[in-house]
């Protein structure tokens, strides 16, 4: 053997960057946020004339970079023209591919492209999947859409994390075949610890070592807890000064040549599957568990398809155009992330910009309407083997789930776009408990009926401009050990062009015996995740408090909320006075006894209720919905 083949061979290395689009941010913040990123690589690019890399820019930093930094974008597109850097495809608002129908990703697809096109003049070979989010299903769009390869994180691809070479794996579906670069995290790990050289030698060949390397990708963009920030800047630019440093120990290859090299290291079949930050450990169903355990996910993923189900029938591409967008912005992967660290569906801001996005769209289709009649839909929405009643008018929208004791589990204010019922699982917006006594609840603190896992059964009545939807349920108390039988009738009443539902109980005692329990219904809402010194509560005739501030009263006919962050505000009446109270609700890091983020707001009223056999106990209630001046 020759001493030339006993010489290590450079390692290969291909360098992927990505800009992540927080959904819920405005495009001056994306602006701000994205400039020192790209400013940085256009500086390696000027510098270093051998460092090549692949970018991937969603469409809101790509059209911002046009506007407000067109000398960077220039730098990059020269780069892209001479071959040192490669642009990589995806979706336009940076979507989570795997939980969209094929329609939505060819539209998002094709909107980056486009941009491509026109900013970069380029057209990319490689799928970027944001969260690197996998499902079987993306290889057929993917091929159809012009993707050859895409990147996802080597713990994904059985046997890749094994493997110290530079290489891609083969998959297929039905029949398709389509190729995978697996991402090194081992390398990730020392480059985000700043141990980029360390990074290098660990992939560095050994002598007759076959096709070392491997693929490094690198984020530049980072949630937190206080927000969005620019990230490993100076990693990246000790990488490239190393890089051409040594340029025959590490070759900087481009992940698209990197796909096309050699024969595959292995055919595999990756079960659909995420990044960490985008599934919760041990999630056997990866993001889509997400849609099981977080009920406000699983509700807007599902108006979402039902609105573009809805869009599909609307006449003139301008409008279907004007529906589809903020839908095709809802499909943002940020707001599906599953981490307690960052941005995503445990964080009001992300769900409440979430529901106003599904807002915006379900208002340009009532402009298609004939009319401003109280619509009705039955369906099976959450996909959960049930039914649920979908009501809205021109201003109001409610979800209702006659299988879960008749709760109303959204409530949404569309002139504000703004979801007032958002709140974190499990809770719905409106429910009932019963109780032993208000004054001595049973040791659990838990409803003594049976009606939360009773279904109620729904009638409507129209009357003029008004729509009736009428639950009733005949269920069981337990007081002191016995059970009872209680007939428990709830009407809402929505009418056309109003924003206020009105909701009338009424209990009826069956039987044989005399019934002394209590009656607690619960409103839980979301506010915005805006300015604290805009938002305020109140008992009336009680005085304006801060939201963060617990207030309660006896004999009290209201709660008021006024969130002047989105100029929105909601009233609870209560025909009868009563105890109640409403405090905060907040999400606390570990170990944090007090304060934390405000996640939303919950008021309790509470009745204690007598009735002789035969007899029945009625109560009226009110939410209205309404506007107010939006603060600046």
């Not at 970027?128 to 996802?152: I, N």
């Not at 309790?604 to 009226?620: C, D, N, Q, T, V």
């Amino acid at each position: 053997m020759s001493e030339e083949t006993l010489q290590p061979r450079p390692a290969a290395i291909s360098v992927v960057v990505h800009l992540h689009d927080p959904g819920f941010l405005a495009d001056e913040e994306i602006s701000r946020l994205s400039t020192a990123p790209l400013e940085t690589l256009a500086g390696i690019i000027q510098r270093h004339l051998d460092f090549r890399f692949a970018l991937y820019l969603p469409g809101r930093i790509l059209e911002s970079a046009a506007r407000t930094s067109p000398r960077i974008l220039d730098v990059l597109r020269q780069a892209g023209a001479t071959g040192r850097l490669e642009w990589l495809g995806g979706g336009f608002h940076d979507p989570l591919f795997a939980q969209i129908p094929d329609t939505s990703r060819k539209s998002q697809i094709q909107m980056l492209g486009a941009a491509l096109r026109q900013h970069a003049g380029a057209e990319p070979h490689g799928l970027w999947l944001p969260g690197f989010v996998w499902d079987p299903s993306l290889v057929s769009s993917a091929l159809q859409s012009g993707f050859m390869y895409t990147v996802l994180k080597d713990h994904q691809i059985p046997s890749a994390a094994e493997s110290s070479r530079m290489g891609w794996f083969l998959t297929e579906e039905l029949g398709v075949p389509f190729r995978l670069l697996p991402s090194n995290e081992a390398m990730g790990a020392l480059f985000r610890a700043g141990a980029v050289e360390e990074m290098l030698q660990l992939v560095s060949g050994e002598p007759g070592q076959e096709s070392p390397g491997g693929v490094l990708d690198i984020p530049l963009l980072a949630s937190s807890r206080e927000g969005f920030e620019p990230i490993h800047l100076e990693r990246l630019n000790a990488l490239a000064e190393l890089c051409a440093r040594e340029p025959e120990k590490w070759e900087l290859v481009l992940p698209g040549e990197a796909a096309r090299r050699g024969e595959p290291l292995g055919t595999v079949y990756p079960p659909p599957s995420a990044s960490k930050a985008y599934c919760s450990p041990g999630a056997g169903g990866g993001v889509r568990d997400l849609l099981r355990r977080e009920r406000w996910a699983n509700l807007c993923h599902k108006r979402m398809l039902h609105l573009l189900s809805r869009t599909d029938q609307v006449p003139g591409p301008r409008v279907r155009a004007q529906v589809a967008e903020p839908l095709l912005q809802a499909q943002n992967a940020s707001f599906f992330r599953d981490a307690d660290e960052a941005g995503g569906i445990r964080f009001l801001r992300d769900r409440v910009r979430l529901g106003s996005l599904v807002l915006e769209a379900e208002s340009a289709l009532d402009q298609t309407l004939p009319d401003d009649s109280v619509q009705v839909d039955v369906l099976d929405l959450l996909c959960e083997g049930a039914q649920q009643v979908l009501v809205r008018n021109s201003r109001i929208s409610m979800l209702l789930e006659p299988r879960h004791g008749g709760r109303i589990a959204a409530l949404d204010h569309k002139p504000r776009k703004h979801p007032w019922g958002c709140p974190t699982s499990p809770l719905p917006v409106l429910s009932e408990r019963f109780l032993a006594s208000i004054d001595t609840p049973d040791a659990n603190g838990e409803s003594v009926s049976d009606f939360d896992d009773r279904k109620f059964e729904v009638q409507y009545k129209r009357t003029g401009q008004d729509l009736q939807v009428m639950l009733s349920s005949l269920g069981n108390l337990k007081l002191a050990g016995v059970s009872h039988p209680l007939l428990f009738e709830k009407t809402l009443t929505l009418r056309s062009g109003k924003s206020h539902v009105a909701v009338t109980y009424k209990l009826t005692n069956p039987g044989a015996h005399l019934l002394l329990f209590g009656l607690q219904g619960t409103l839980s809402i979301s506010p915005s995740d805006g300015d604290a010194e805009h938002q305020r509560h109140k008992l009336e005739p009680g005085q304006w408090v801060d939201l963060r501030q617990t207030i309660s009263g006896d004999q009290v006919k209201g709660w008021e909320v006024v969130d002047k962050n989105v100029g929105a505000t909601l009233e609870w009446d209560l025909a009868k006075p009563t105890f109640l109270e409403a405090l905060p609700l907040f999400v606390r890091r570990p170990g944090e006894s007090e304060g934390g983020r405000l996640d939303g707001l919950q008021a309790k009223a509470r009745w204690e209720i007598r009735l002789a056999p035969g007899e029945s106990w009625s109560l009226i209630s009110r939410i209205e919905l309404g506007t107010t001046r939006v603060s600046s």
